[in-house]
């Protein structure tokens, strides 16, 4: 059995000191390990960003893409080894921004992948520029008056879209992000878990202490059921977004794999490359 | 289209009498939307069967319905590559398509017009005209929809054809509609012909196709010869975003895969369709994704990221009309120089163009071996011409299809000591590297599009990046491609090199022949391995030669350019270019040809 300790590997995160993704990255090992999982049957798939780098530090596969693109890039792992367990992550510009398509499609797909967003509201690694998430009238370099755009609520999105799995958490509560993401791992289809992580070099609204001021616990809200879909929704707008918890769970929905016409049952990396000549036959027939 | 003096004419015959003949041109014609296409499948699919050699294409426009199409098909007794220079028998729905097509008829030509839009035959033609009551005879038998099967009954009049011929066809389109629809079809087939003989006085020349061999052979698109090859060289999955004119290879690939295990993803876009091969292949699968020019230009990045992270990935690119949306369903060849430079940065990359439907299915098929071999994209180039022209294709052998994978890690792996990471991108002599997928035990290491060092971990080092780029680029320093340029090269010393690249080949092959027969000596060399350019192969051609002229669907004369580049002669390199969205004529190349001496 591989504990928490065997997916971490000798690479010094380059994040600053304080990160929220350093709680994010303590999660995710623990969260495979206490799924059982072997660090050599994990891919973690990350995009560009601060976030981005986690999949170099987790001993695990690793495949650090470009801007906005893990989902695609993991959903094609998963599509050829589907005994693999398959993480993406990155930030909420990658995700929500640049590669917003693909959220919103890879949620609608639903294949058996589990989605980490670490939500800062700004853009660190480019040295402080307005996120989709930041808040109407949040100053940055690219918004020295204030932003004046909508801020993107990724949750309330991802149920309007057809999401099976909807979470969100806070990186200093270790405990209940863990278990939100061997939940996410353990579910039959895609899960997205947006996680806030906040910046303490950029952002100096969204800090630790505001969110412990504005966050609820959705454990907290009497009589809340994950699998209403309606509630969820309302319960998000009362809050405006500022929950944590598990906030949906949809498990009559199959997966994308379990839907597919033909999808083999065993891994596709394992099947066999060479047509027989009977099948090869049998196609050329049909242009004569 | 303008008939000049060089123009080939294979057979005309006076008024009235029978001639044999061994090359047929047929057109049909009318709105986008009516039947145009499969009226034309029919009658090809029909004399495929009798072991004619047959080439089509489609002229049509980026519109479901109206606007002028037209389906052209060549039948020949022997292999034909080319879209011939002129015109028997033009079929027509409207009036717009005897004035579009009419030049192409020679004199002897025939129009079937139908009769229901009272047809106009052009002053300045002397093709004949006969207005035949397609709809009218059509409508009698109950469906003004069988007026494509009527004018296939006229055609096979005029041919001289037996129409049982089209039976096994027309009960395979419409059998699933019962045997009273195929009957119907059948006696449209029949009123039509039984009109026309009728009608077919002493004045009607006919035009008596010479037997064919009988054989049975694949009648099919590049596009398809793409699929099939891919299939054949275990390729399991495909992500790609639906474009004309690689839709096909998506199409056929979703009714392909799953009797295999495997399956394609249509997705939200060209990059997630791009990015999301580059994951399936890092996962270990054989993987595809197919484009044309648009859909490329949105790729450039994620083949960059291939590139740098070493995993193998094949990417179909058809050409059509650039820039932006430019002419969609029109042939061009102009992403030559966009698909061996494009992406950022610098990458090693192996770009493949094959020139008949045969090789587009071995050179796909291969392009699998090399990207897995040299762990880099392979981009198959093909262009409109190639994917979409519907032709006779001799066998293909599956057989001759390998499976290699290069040094893709099959045996089990030695633990490594204090968690380090498995050499992925250690630097070795040919610049390979052993390759890993997710799953294997001990094979863990990272990837990433940042350069890194040999485990795959990031780094900035100068003396790290040196050995990394070296590494990369010393892979497709000595790649081993069967035959990087398809050879016709008689001469020691010949007077003109003709050089192309995908479907200009019958073209040119054609004018070859022309102009052997003017008494000229002629080579031609069509460039299969476009990059890393095949300098060793090519420079002794154009050396021998005294004047070498590159036929290219494009503005610029990229692959004029290109050969400048690699092999010097610029003296004696003249481009001939094409880019109003038709491909060359036969006749077209030839009197070029002949204007350079």
């Known amino acids: 059995m591989a504990t928490f300790k065997d997916f971490r590997n000798d690479v010094k995160p380059n994040w600053c000191p304080g990160c929220g993704d350093f709680s994010v990255q303590a999660a995710m090992q623990r969260a495979a390990a206490n799924v059982g999982l072997q660090p050599e049957n994990l891919a973690v798939i990350s995009g560009i960003g601060c976030s981005g780098r986690i999949s170099g530090y987790i001993n695990s596969y690793g495949f650090h893409g470009i801007h906005g693109r893990s989902l695609p890039i993991a959903q094609g792992v998963k599509m050829a080894n589907r005994d693999l367990t398959v993480i993406a992550s990155g930030g909420d510009g990658d995700g929500y921004a640049i590669g917003m398509g693909h959220t919103v499609h890879a949620i609608r797909r639903n294949v058996d992948i589990t989605y980490i967003v670490m939500d800062n509201q700004i853009y660190g690694l480019t040295k402080g520029q307005t996120s989709p998430r930041s808040a109407v009238g949040f100053k940055t370099k690219s918004t020295p008056m204030g932003s004046i755009e909508q801020s993107i609520s990724p949750m309330e999105l991802a149920l309007t879209v057809g999401a099976t799995f909807v979470a969100q958490s806070f990186s200093t509560d270790l405990k209940d992000l863990t278990a939100l993401i061997e939940a996410g791992i353990k579910h039959k289809g895609f899960s997205l878990i947006n996680v806030f992580s906040p910046c303490v070099t950029y952002n100096k609204v969204n800090t630790y202490d505001w969110f412990k001021e504005n966050l609820t616990k959705l454990n907290n809200v009497e009589d809340y059921d994950p699998s209403n879909r309606e509630m969820a929704m309302q319960t998000l707008m009362k809050h405006n977004g500022l929950v944590t918890g598990l906030i949906y769970q949809n498990t009559e929905r199959p997966s994308y794999q379990e839907l597919l016409t033909g999808y083999s049952e065993e891994p596709l990396v394992d099947a066999e490359l060479n047509l027989d000549q009977a099948h090869f036959d049998k196609l050329v027939a049909e242009f004569m | ?597």
Request: glycine share 8%.
């Open chain 2, 1 to 597: 289209m303008q008939i000049n003096d060089s123009i080939y004419i294979f057979f005309t015959y006076p008024k009235g009498c029978k001639e044999m003949i061994n090359q047929l041109s047929w057109k049909v014609g009318g709105q986008q939307g009516e039947g145009i296409e499969s009226t034309g499948e029919i009658f090809a699919i029909a004399l495929n069967r009798l072991g004619y050699y047959l080439y089509g294409y489609r002229h049509f426009s980026s519109r479901i319905k109206g606007g002028h199409t037209n389906n052209k098909i060549r039948v020949s007794t022997t292999e034909v590559r080319s879209i011939s220079d002129d015109l028997d028998i033009l079929v027509a729905f409207d009036q717009e398509t005897i004035d579009v097509n009419y030049k192409e008829l020679h004199r002897g030509g025939v129009i079937l017009a139908d009769a229901k839009f009272a047809p106009k035959k052009p002053e300045d033609t002397e093709a004949s005209l006969y207005a035949v009551p397609f709809t009218e005879i059509a409508t009698e038998l109950g469906t003004s929809l069988m007026k494509n099967m009527v004018a296939i009954g006229a055609t096979s009049a005029v041919l001289d054809l037996d129409i049982h011929v089209f039976e096994e066809v027309v009960r395979e389109i419409f059998g699933k509609k019962g045997d009273k629809v195929v009957a119907k079809n059948m006696d449209a087939i029949k009123a039509g012909f039984d009109y026309m003989k009728d009608k077919m006085d002493a004045d009607v020349p006919t035009m008596v196709l010479e037997k064919a061999d009988g054989k049975r052979r694949m009648f099919m698109i590049g596009n398809d010869a793409i699929a099939l090859g891919a299939l054949a060289a275990g390729c399991r999955f495909m992500a790609a975003y639906p474009i004309t004119p690689a839709s096909d290879i998506m199409e056929y690939l979703i009714k392909k895969l799953p009797a295999l295990g495997g399956t394609v993803i249509q997705t939200e876009d060209e990059i997630a369709a791009c990015t999301m091969t580059i994951g399936a292949s890092y996962g270990g699968v054989r993987a595809i994704t197919a484009s044309s020019g648009p859909g490329l230009s949105l790729k450039m990045e994620a083949i960059g990221l291939a590139g740098i992270t070493e995993t193998p990935l094949v990417i179909v690119d058809t050409q059509r009309g650039g820039p932006s949306t430019g002419l969609p369903t029109k042939q061009e060849q102009s992403d030559l120089m966009a698909m061996i430079y494009g992406t950022h940065g610098e990458i090693p990359k192996i770009v493949l163009a094959p020139s008949t439907v045969q090789e587009a299915f071995y050179d796909t098929a291969e392009a699998f071996n090399l990207a897995e071999e040299y762990q880099c994209p392979v981009i198959v180039l093909s262009d409109l011409q190639l994917s979409l022209g519907k032709q006779t294709v001799e066998p293909l052998d599956v057989s001759k299809v390998e499976i290699r994978r290069g040094k893709l890690v099959t045996e089990e792996l030695p633990e490594i000591e204090n968690k380090g990471y498995f050499k992925r991108y250690e630097v070795t002599e040919d610049g390979i590297s052993p390759r890993t997928i997710p799953g294997m035990k001990n094979g863990i290491h990272h990837v990433t599009g940042v350069e890194h060092a040999e485990t795959g971990k990031p780094s900035e080092s100068s003396a790290n990046r040196i050995a990394q780029m070296d590494k990369r680029f010393r892979k497709v320093e000595n790649i081993r491609f069967n035959t990087p340029v398809y050879k016709n090269a008689p001469h020691e010393d010949p007077d003109l090199l003709i050089v192309g690249f995908n479907s200009t080949r019958g073209a040119i092959e054609e004018a070859m022949v022309r102009l052997e027969n003017d008494g000229m000596k002629v080579n031609h060399a069509q460039i299969r391995l476009i990059h890393p350019f095949p300098t060793d192969e090519v420079l002794p051609l154009v050396r021998s030669a005294k004047k070498v002229i590159v036929v290219e669907n494009n503005a610029t004369g990229q692959l004029a350019n290109i050969m400048k580049m690699n092999v010097g002669f610029a003296e004696k390199i003249t481009k001939y270019v094409k880019y109003d969205g038709n491909p060359f004529l036969p006749h077209e190349v030839h009197s070029k040809c002949k204007e350079l001496f």
